[in-house]
């Protein structure tokens, strides 16, 4: 059976029961880690048995029990062997060596269907095994996982970075589907921004959270966990809705668009109190990091309200000003270095 009628049996298979739809493909888990144990168990719930799965750790081997009940924990190669999807789910730095060992042994299968789960790459990494004769995929889940079943439910409405050769992409869109993702076809070239702009968004994100934690709990705020949720949710929630489209497919000016706050109401006496009393706080707790943070947001905030119209020129000078006091580099709107922070933040 080739590739596009594989995707079609895979996308129209929903009607019947998980166990008894075509194209059901045996599943090797190559890695029981947070992802590769919660997929595994998306996949087996869509109706393919996973035959096999590898597990290191202890930790590993006792997720593979808790979302892989019953499946055999074998070594790689041999969950290579068995398997006709093999699911790749190890640390991006070991994917490329992880490809080619097999390869090197003459582990991959003719015809086998080959999935890894890395943002940074697409398919090109799985050119050794494509030599072999395997169907390249690569599909990633846009979402952080605990490697529980409370990542099950997330995993419904979850945007899957799809990247794969055109004739064999309706099988990687097809299974995201069947577990409940959306899939988004990705170009080769693209990953590398897609990656880098996810991880600046949900790592950062956590940064961001921990640093204003840590300040409030030293203004004497007993759960800044508390207290900052409500606020941050508002204003997660506000700037995901500034970035959807509207009813006619049009974008708006995006999230900025939803920034409250000092640097929207262009109240550069507010910014230069704030680095004053942060400047104190990292002097007496260490946490340098906060106010290179902060004067690093607040010239980008004001930055782009700027472009979207929030703020005008001469409020935006005047924040620049009141940032260049608690860093010492330029603050004009039209210096060298602006314009090079600018090209480099792109619009990620």
Not at 224 to 249: I, K, Q, W, Y
Not at 255 to 265: D, E, Q
Not at 281 to 295: E, K, L, M
Request: with cysteine.
């Amino acid at each position: 059976m080739d590739a596009r009628r594989l995707g079609r049996r895979l996308v129209t298979a929903g009607a019947a029961a998980p166990e008894q739809r075509p194209g059901r493909l045996g599943v090797g888990v190559v890695g029981a880690g947070r992802v590769g144990a919660v997929l595994g168990n998306a996949l087996r719930a869509a109706g393919h048995p996973v035959v096999a799965v590898s597990a290191i750790s202890q930790e590993s081997r006792d997720r593979a029990e808790a979302l892989l009940p019953g499946v055999p924990v074998v070594d790689v190669p041999e969950v290579v062997r068995r398997a006709e999807l093999v699911l790749l789910t190890v640390p991006d730095d070991a994917l490329a060596d992880l490809v080619a060992g097999l390869a090197e042994t003459g582990a991959w299968q003719v015809g086998q269907i080959v999935v890894h789960t890395s943002g940074r790459f697409g398919t090109d990494v799985l050119a050794p095994a494509r030599a072999a004769g395997v169907i390249p995929l690569a599909i990633h889940p846009a979402m952080t996982f605990t490697g529980t079943s409370l990542d099950l439910a997330r995993l419904e409405g979850c945007s899957f970075a799809v990247t794969a050769p055109n004739p064999v992409l309706p099988i990687g869109q097809a299974l995201v589907v069947e577990i409940g993702g959306e899939p988004v076809v990705l170009g080769e070239e693209a990953r590398g921004l897609y990656h880098a702009a996810l991880a600046h968004g949900a790592n950062h994100l956590v940064v961001l959270v921990a640093q204003a934690a840590q300040a409030l709990a030293a203004a004497g705020v007993p759960d800044p966990g508390r207290m900052l949720g409500p606020l941050l949710e508002a204003a997660l929630d506000g700037a995901l809705r500034a970035e959807s489209p509207d009813t006619v497919g049009q974008r708006g000016p995006g999230a900025i668009s939803a920034l409250t706050g000092p640097v929207r109401r262009g109240d550069a006496g507010t910014v230069r109190e704030h680095g004053v009393a942060l400047t104190t706080f990292a002097a007496a707790s260490g946490a340098v990091d906060v106010v290179a943070g902060y004067r690093a947001l607040a010239r980008s905030a004001t930055r782009r309200a700027l472009l979207a119209g929030l703020i005008g020129p001469d409020a935006a000078q005047q924040l620049l000003d009141a940032v260049a006091g608690i860093d010492e580099g330029p603050a004009a709107l039209g210096d060298t270095e602006g314009r090079r922070t600018d090209d480099e933040e792109g619009d990620a």
